[in-house]
C-alpha cells in the first residue's frame, strides 16, 4: 500500500490477474460501472441475480479501510443493465497512490464496461446550494497532487496524454437533469468539483481559496477513478450528494458522522435517478 511505484510490467500483470478472477465468476460481462462512495451503499439491494465477492476474495484489489464503506464487488442485472457495483472505494488518504486507488476501474473496463458512474458525498463551496442537494459534475479540479496515470503508458489501455476538454459525457449530464427534473428531484444541480487530499476537513481560508478557483464542491475521492475512466475510453458521470455547505465567514465544525447521515437521506433520490438513467440508456 502506497509506498513506491512498482514496476509497470508487474502492474499490468496484476490487473490481469484479477481479470482473469473474474472473468471466471461472472457469468456475463458488465456493461456500466457505478462506484458508490461515503454512506451510499444501499444500490445493490436493487440488482436482480447478483454475485457479490467482497474486495478480498479478488486478486490484488485495495482494502477499503473506511467504515462506511462497505468493501464488496457487485454484478448483476439493474434497470434491464448488465451492472457492476463497487460498494465503496479508497482513497489516497488512506495510504493508496492513486494509480493502486483507481484499479478496480482498470479492471471493470478491460472487463468490457462502457459507461461509468462515479458518485460521492461532498461539501458544498457553492453559496447557493443546500445540504442534500444533488450535484451532476461538469468538470473537476485536481489538487490531490497525484494522478493514476503516472509513470510508463501502457498504450493499449489508453492514450499517453488522454484529452479532458470534455470529461464528463454531455448526454449523459443532459440524462440525469432532464430525468431530475421528470422525477420530481428538484434539489439539482450542476457544478464543478474538486478533489483534494485529505484527510484533515478544510480551514476557513482554504475553503474561500477552493471558491476562488472555480470549485463548487469539495471531496477527497473520485478523481483517481474518473481520470482512469476516461483514459480507457468510458463515458462518465459523475454525480455528487452535497452532504453539507461550507461557508467560510461564519464557519460550523464539520463531523464526519453528519456528512454521513446527510448522505443516507439524499440516498433514496440518488438511487431513483440512477436506476431511471440506466433505464434509458441504450444498449
Known amino acids: 500500500m502506497g509506498g513506491a511505484m512498482i514496476d509497470i510490467a508487474e502492474y499490468k500483470a496484476r490487473v490481469e490477474a484479477a481479470v482473469a478472477f473474474l472473468q471466471d465468476r461472472i457469468a456475463e460481462p458488465p456493461e456500466i460501472l457505478i462506484q458508490l462512495g461515503t454512506g451510499l451503499g444501499e444500490l445493490a439491494r436493487a440488482m436482480q441475480g447478483a454475485t457479490t465477492l467482497r474486495y478480498e476474495e479478488i486478486p490484488y484489489f485495495p ?40 484499479f478496480p476501474i482498470r479492471v471493470l473496463a478491460l472487463l468490457g464496461v462502457n459507461v461509468a458512474i462515479i458518485t460521492n458525498a461532498s461539501g458544498g463551496l457553492n453559496s447557493s446550494f443546500r445540504p442534500g442537494s444533488l450535484m451532476v459534475f461538469a468538470d473537476h479540479i485536481n489538487l490531490l497532487g497525484d494522478n493514476p496515470l503516472r509513470g510508463p503508458n501502457v498504450d493499449e489501455w489508453g492514450a499517453r496524454f ?55 464542491a469539495v471531496g477527497m475521492s473520485s478523481v483517481p477513478e474518473i481520470l482512469v475512466a476516461l483514459h480507457a475510453g468510458l463515458k462518465v458521470l459523475g454525480l455528487s450528494v452535497v452532504a ?9 465544525p464539520i463531523l464526519l458522522d453528519e456528512i454521513i447521515a446527510a448522505a443516507k437521506k439524499a440516498e433514496p433520490r440518488l438511487q431513483q435517478l440512477i436506476i431511471n438513467i440506466l433505464a434509458e440508456l441504450t444498449q
Open 63 to 102: 482494502r477499503s479501510t473506511v467504515a462506511s464503506h462497505a468493501g464488496n464487488l457487485v454484478v448483476g442485472r439493474l434497470a434491464g443493465k448488465q451492472t457492476a457495483i463497487l460498494q465503496g472505494r479508497f482513497h489516497c488518504y488512506e495510504g493508496y497512490s492513486a494509480r493502486e486507488v483507481a
Open 162 to 216: 488522454p484529452d479532458l476538454s470534455t470529461p464528463y459525457a454531455p448526454e449523459l449530464r443532459d440524462l440525469a437533469l432532464t430525468l431530475a427534473r421528470r422525477l420530481g428531484l428538484t434539489e439539482i444541480t450542476e457544478g464543478t468539483y474538486v478533489c483534494i487530499p485529505g484527510p484533515s476537513l478544510e480551514t476557513p481560508a482554504e475553503t474561500r481559496f477552493l471558491r476562488m478557483i472555480g470549485a463548487d
Open 244 to 252: 453539507n455547505v461550507n461557508d467560510p465567514d461564519h464557519f460550523q
